[in-house]
Structure formats: C-alpha cells, structure tokens
T-cell receptor, first 108, second 113 residues
Framework: GQQVMQIPQYQHVQEGEDFTTYCNSSTTLSNIQWYKQRPGGHPVFLIQLVKSGEVKKQKRLTFQFGEAKKNSSLHITATQTTDVGTYFCAGSNNDMRFGAGTRLTVKP | NAGVTQTPKFQVLKTGQSMTLQCAQDMNHEYMSWYRQDPGMGLRLIHYSVGAGITDQGEVPNGYNVSRSTTEDFPLRLLSAAPSQTSVYFC????????????FGSGTRLTVV
C-alpha cells in the first residue's frame, strides 16, 4: 500500500537559520498536504499541493510538489521560535497517509 | 461552530475492557478519519469514512471497529483493549471538496494497563 516517508526525523536549528523537511511517497499522489503540530497539540492544516511541480508560499514557508508527484518539501526561511513543532506531510489518494514527521526545535 | 469534538480527553482502561471513543463534527464534512499517534511513528490511519454508511480500513485497523450512521458522528470502538493500544487518538474530518485539509480534534489520550 501507499507509504509516505519523511526526513529528517529531527532538526535542531539556531534562530534565523533555514530549515527544510522532505517527503517521499512510494506511489504517485493525487495531492499532498502539510500539517504543523505544536507540542501537546493537534495537527493543523497548512497547505495542499495538487499540481505537478507546484510551488506555494506562505510568508517564510515555501512548499514544493515534485514533477512526478511522488515527493514534496517544506522550506522555512529564517526560523523563529514560533516555528517550533512537528511538521507532517500527508499523501492522499482516497485515504490520507501521514509521514512520521520532522520535529523542529529552534534555539533562541 | 465547535469543529471536531472528541470525548473523553483522557482514559485509562484495563486489558480486555472495551470502550468507545466519541467523535462529532458540526461542519457537515463528508470525510472522517481516525488516527493513532505514537512517539516516532507519526499518525497512522486506523479507519476512515467518505460518507454516512461508508467505512474502510486504514493502515492499522486490527482491534478497532467503526460505524458511520450519521454525517456528524464517527465513533471508534476498542473491542478488547491491549497495552499495545496505548496511544493518542485523533479524529479528523474534511469536506469532500478537493482543496481543503483535515480539521483535527484535540485528541484522546488512552492508556491500557
């Protein structure tokens, strides 16, 4: 069945540094979604990518969907302490399968 | 508009006991799903539903049952609790329209002793 793999598992950065997490699927996806989960909280939807090669930006966050629709990335420019949390990608065909997440910590 | 409501927030069960985790949404969402979250393993799909009367299995369905008799409710039943089912359980829902993500409930933290 569909599997979504995400790397790295952990990332610790100094405030102001950039951060990237990568997501790879074993199958072609109809779309990919990204979520953020703050410590002790629940996942919160960030964005959905649908088109091959699509790039979307939300302030300091840049999301990309690969040409083959099997991989995606989330890049944060100049991290802030408010970016702390775990970032999940989720690939969708009919059901929604999540990657294991990348846990981001930011040192002030 | 309460969103996705999960009850209870915390539960301790003894091995072999059964219970139902409740999930209700008031957004008229067609899609609803149950996930469990364990450290280092992300969110794993247990069961999902694309509409009232329709359910399907996810990645880890064993030991769990679901039903979807109404659009609003999607309860998750643990038939005979085992320590391996100790986890945080999230219910989520979304509209059937293409460009919307899931809205998650605040979760149920379940411990099986």
């Amino acid at each position: 069945g569909q599997q979504v793999m995400q790397i790295p598992q952990y990332q610790h950065v100094q405030e102001g540094e950039d951060f990237t997490t990568y997501c790879n699927s074993s199958t072609t996806l109809s779309n990919i979604q990204w979520y953020k989960q703050r410590p002790g909280g629940h996942p919160v939807f960030l964005i959905q990518l649908v088109k091959s090669g699509e790039v979307k930006k939300q302030k300091r966050l840049t999301f990309q969907f690969g040409e083959a629709k099997k991989n995606s990335s989330l890049h944060i420019t100049a991290t802030q302490t408010t970016d702390v949390g775990t970032y999940f990608c989720a690939g969708s065909n009919n059901d929604m399968r999540f990657g294991a997440g990348t846990r981001l910590t930011v040192k002030p | 508009n309460a969103g996705v409501t999960q009850t209870p927030k915390f539960q301790v069960l003894k091995t072999g006991q059964s219970m139902t985790l409740q999930c209700a949404q008031d957004m008229n969402h067609e899609y609803m799903s149950w996930y469990r979250q364990d450290p280092g393993m992300g969110l794993r799909l247990i069961h999902y539903s694309v509409g009232a009367g329709i359910t399907d299995q996810g990645e880890v369905p064993n030991g769990y049952n679901v039903s979807r008799s109404t659009t609003e409710d999607f309860p998750l039943r643990l038939l005979s609790a085992a320590p391996s089912q100790t986890s945080v359980y999230f219910c989520a829902s979304r509209t059937g329209s293409a460009n919307y993500g899931y809205t998650f409930g605040s979760g149920t933290r379940l411990t099986v002793v």
